[in-house]
């Protein structure tokens, strides 16, 4: 047991620092090869951040847990929102300005509903997986070439100063290459210890992805939020939260359908896929509000959000202890 927790924590730490270098050698060797620092931004950039999560999930069905897979897409998708959002908007009003954003919102809507329709029947199959990538594809050739005719955009310039290309070519190629590698072996910890602890604790693994994982992988996003919302950067912020859950919905879900499919929990179904549609719509009201000065997360919003998170954290704990999660 001592041995599984070590494993999650060193998994959790590890899968946070190789996921930075895997970026930053990703997006160098992007620009030394011409690609644009924005086209890197929407791509390279977006994946790289959600390799963690597709990489657990690759692992989790691969040892036949896909279950857990499909709680840290979903688990890190509430989180995003919920947690990183809402504790952000605490400490500095998150405005939303960029035309992108207000783009990209009802994108992830759609593909929120998309997703919800493919799991509807309560099973995750092969042509689900292909379905949801075919999205994702689809989602970033238009976001590309849209950002690419609106490069005056206020998400676009803060997405396009963030790209890491500072770093020679011999320097992005080997960060590439040790971020990558460290990403499979801490992965492959994380799933592996994971599942020990739920077994020793007795519950689901789907617990464990919406949980441990999941908040786990979500903890350095919410630093980098408020170190930017500080920076006045709210719209990045939001954006990369928008990117991130779009990511996890089309490509971390589709990783569990391809290489395993299998039944949905029934708890996804009737709690936490409902949960992630309603603030991902809630998100959308405040970003659509009638008159510009109202797009804003003030604190009232981040702790209603926040309020949010740590009740429905509570209640998965106490099915955990009831029903059995």
């Known amino acids: 047991m001592l041995l599984a927790i070590a ?3 060193a998994g959790l730490v590890l899968l946070v620092w190789s996921s930075d270098r895997f970026v930053d050698g990703a997006s160098a060797l992007a620009f030394h090869f011409g690609v644009s620092k924005l086209v890197i931004g929407l791509t390279v950039v977006g994946l790289g951040t ?4 597709m990489l657990v999930s690759a692992f989790a069905a691969l040892g036949g847990n896909p279950a857990l897979g499909i709680g840290n897409a979903i688990g890190s998708n509430i989180a995003n929102i919920a947690l990183i959002l809402g ?3 605490l400490f500095f009003p998150l405005l939303a300005h960029s035309r992108i954003v207000r783009i990209e919102l009802p994108i992830l809507l759609g593909t ?3 997703g919800g329709i493919l ?3 309560g099973f995750l199959s092969r042509l689900d997986g292909l379905l949801l990538l075919s999205m994702l594809a689809a989602v970033m050739v238009w976001l590309v070439r849209d950002s690419m005719r609106n490069k005056d955009d206020v998400m676009a310039e803060e997405l396009a100063s963030e790209v890491e290309v500072g770093l020679s070519l011999r320097e992005a190629a080997l960060w590439f290459v040790v971020g990558l590698v ?3 072996i801490s992965a492959r910890m994380l799933v592996w210890g994971a599942v020990i602890v739920a077994q020793a604790l007795g519950v689901s693994d789907l617990v464990i992805g919406l949980t441990i994982v999941a908040v786990g992988t979500s903890l350095p996003e919410l630093a980098a939020s408020i170190a930017g919302a500080r920076k006045g950067e709210s719209d990045l912020v ?3 939260v928008i990117g991130s859950n779009m990511f996890n919905l089309l490509g971390v879900m589709a990783i569990a359908g391809l290489i395993s499919p299998s039944k949905i929990p029934a708890d996804v179904l009737a709690r936490d896929f409902p949960l992630m549609a309603g603030l991902t719509i809630a998100l959308m009201l405040v970003a659509f509000s009638f008159r510009a000065s109202e797009r804003h997360i003030y604190r009232l919003e981040g702790a209603v959000l926040t309020g949010v998170f740590v009740v429905y954290q509570y209640l998965l704990f ?3 202890d009831g029903v059995g999660g």
Do not use: D, H, R
């Not at 959600?50 to 999560?53: F, K, L, M, Q």
């Open 50 to 53: 959600s390799a963690p999560e």
């Open 87 to 89: 504790v952000t908007a």
């Open 182 to 184: 460290v990403l499979l």
């Open 7 to 9: 494993a999650v924590v």
């Open 238 to 240: 939001i954006g990369n």
């Open 119 to 121: 799991v509807y029947n």
């Open 112 to 114: 929120t509903l998309f």
């Open 318 to 320: 106490a099915s955990v």
